[in-house]
């Protein structure tokens, strides 16, 4: 294969409960698993009856082109129909991206601790990363801008931003859209978007309208609860929705995940109940480090950066640590954040479980 292939670093995803539970010889009942900023409430009812019902139908291939899931995102959205390409996750969103703007040997500009699939789907067609060093764990969307180059033909941005959490006003991201060149694709990268208080959302979509060269992507993974069906969706004009729709797989999404995403896209007081919830859990965790004297950024997802301790085996370490004690949280050295660990927001009863085995592993 490639060099290009070989040189890929496998994506690490949060370990398994029963793989911990074996390892370790405990309970996978008694597991609490803070490690992939899945929703804790699991699926909304709503989703799972949806599911079950389409469930008859799984004989047949489903609808290829995602009709009744694309009529929900125009109504919830109030986008044509050519502006939706449906994903198997919003990962799949990201790697079309790159397969479909970006040749061998082009670049890829994304910041420092963004999101892996970022790296990996740059490295996977053989194109050059564009680093970009974070300011303050966040975007620095000025130094982004002008680390574009003349073969740059995409830029990655995650608002909020995972694993750190981080948000950019949406002044700053008009600032940016309005410097890039027109035949640079820009992914804006929104899966953690239904999390931010109602007073920091901001109208991605009219960006959409004006940018030909802007794609928002978005997941029912994470606030909708629906991240073992696989479903996310990209918003861009049809410059660019036609070319991710001729390489799309042809039956990306299952039947099942597009009955159950039409119900949850539709359910917005189990939406409601999710942010909630969500801002709860995020006031129990930074109050606990607070009291405890750990450094945190601020987060605005689902979960929070912490760093427990300043050598640079310590996230390595507090997370065996951890394990050990039955709490998988998210080491995140392989983002060059070896000092710190990335927690998912839990239920109540989850993360006082999960402070209590800190307390005792930093004591
Ligand atoms: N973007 C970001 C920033 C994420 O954190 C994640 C999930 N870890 C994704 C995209 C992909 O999620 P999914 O493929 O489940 O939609």
Known sequence: ??????????????????EVAREFGLDEAKIIKLASNENPLGMPDSAKQAMLAAMGDIGRYPDSNGFDL???????????????????????????????????GQSVVYAQYS????????????????????????HDLPAMAKAITADTRLVF???????????????????????????????????????????LQYDSIAWVQQYPNLLVSRTLSKAYGLAGLRVGFGIAQPVITDLLNRIRQPFNVNSMAQAAAVAALND????????????????????AFDAMDLEYVKSYGNFVLVRVGSDDAAGARVNLELLKRGV??????NYGLPQWLRISIGLPQENAAFIKALKAVLS
């Open 268 to 287: 917005s007081a189990f939406l409601q109940k999710s942010a909630q919830l969500n801002a709860e859990g995020y006031q129990q965790l930074t109050q």
């Open 157 to 199: 941005i995650a608002n909020p931003n995972n694993p750190t959490g981080t948000f950019i006003p949406a002044a700053e991201i008009e600032a940016f859209l309005a410097k890039v060149p027109q035949d640079v694709v820009v992914v804006l990268d929104e899966a953690y978007n239904e999390y931010l208080a109602p007073e």
């Open 1 to 18: 294969g490639p060099d290009y292939v070989r040189a890929i670093a496998p994506y690490q995803g949060g370990k398994p409960i029963a």
């Open 70 to 104: 694309k009529q929900t995102i125009i109504n919830k959205y109030k986008v044509p129909a050519d502006w939706i390409t449906l994903g198997n996750g919003s990962n799949d969103i990201l790697e079309l991206a790159a397969h479909a703007f970006v040749q061998p």
């Open 328 to 333: 998988i949280v998210r080491p995140v050295g």
């Open 115 to 138: 999101f892996a699939v970022y790296a990996l789907a740059t490295q996977a067609i053989g194109a050059r990363a564009i680093v970009v060093a974070a300011k303050d764990y966040g």
